[in-house]
T-cell receptor, first 113, second 114 residues
Framework: GNSVTQMEGPVTLSEEAFLTINCTYTATGYPSLFWYVQYPGEGLQLLLKATKADDKGSNKGFEATYRKETTSFHLEKGSVQVSDSAVYFCALNIETSGSRLTFGEGTQLTVNP | DSGVTQTPKHLITATGQRVTLRCSPRSGDLSVYWYQQSLDQGLQFLIQYYNGEERAKGNILERFSAQQFPDLHSELNLSSLELGDSALYFC?????????????FGEGSWLTVV
């Protein structure tokens, strides 16, 4: 079946530190990959996505590259801010499963000033 | 604002009761999805509808049911509620069923069963 594995959290960083959240996937076929973010008390927001191998998604300083050879979609940001504190979810969807999203466990990020 | 509207935002009810959660998808979106988010289970896919028809079923209990109406809004019905059903229930929508379509989430309905 399809699954997503994220690095275990929580992750605590100081402001302006470099962020990496690892994400690997297992899928039968060619999935599209997503990162969603959930700020405290809010719903899920799409952060970025990539629909084919070697695509790079980017938004708000965050980047992730679809690596088919390593089945990975790691999230990176060069300099985090306190306002980036949230839970980050890696997800995939694939047409053979009706396009629904399969999520990883989520990674809690806390950025301290 | 994602454009997906969910009501109610918060709901407290007793065990054994039945509740209905309502969702209005983004204008033009034909697919509606329901997810449950709990501390121990994470984000679990429940069910998907496309243009009124059920398309995919996930970990949805038999006590739960859903439907999508001709105007494309959807309702999730939860019955014989148990304490373990306390969770955040998300509705989401997308234009179609193609992998890669962005799926937009509502702010969720917080259900507390006491």
């Amino acid at each position: 079946g399809n699954s997503v594995t994220q690095m275990e959290g929580p992750v605590t960083l100081s402001e302006e530190a470099f962020l990496t959240i690892n994400c690997t996937y297992t899928a039968t076929g060619y999935p599209s990959l997503f990162w969603y973010v959930q700020y405290p008390g809010e719903g899920l927001q799409l952060l970025l996505k990539a629909t084919k191998a070697d695509d790079k998604g980017s938004n708000k300083g965050f980047e992730a590259t679809y690596r088919k050879e390593t089945t990975s979609f790691h999230l990176e940001k060069g300099s985090v801010q306190v306002s980036d504190s949230a839970v980050y979810f890696c997800a995939l969807n694939i047409e053979t499963s009706g396009s629904r999203l399969t999520f990883g466990e989520g990674t809690q990020l806390t950025v301290n000033p | 604002d994602s454009g997906v509207t969910q009501t109610p935002k918060h709901l407290i009810t007793a065990t054994g009761q039945r509740v209905t959660l309502r969702c209005s998808p983004r204008s033009g979106d034909l697919s509606v999805y329901w997810y449950q988010q709990s501390l121990d289970q994470g984000l679990q896919f429940l069910i998907q509808y496309y243009n009124g028809e059920e398309r995919a079923k996930g970990n949805i209990l038999e006590r739960f049911s859903a439907q999508q109406f001709p105007d494309l809004h959807s309702e999730l019905n939860l019955s014989s509620l148990e304490l373990g059903d306390s969770a955040l229930y998300f509705c989401a929508s997308s234009v179609g069923q193609v992998s890669g379509n962005t799926i937009y989430f509502g702010e969720g309905s917080w259900l507390t069963v006491v």
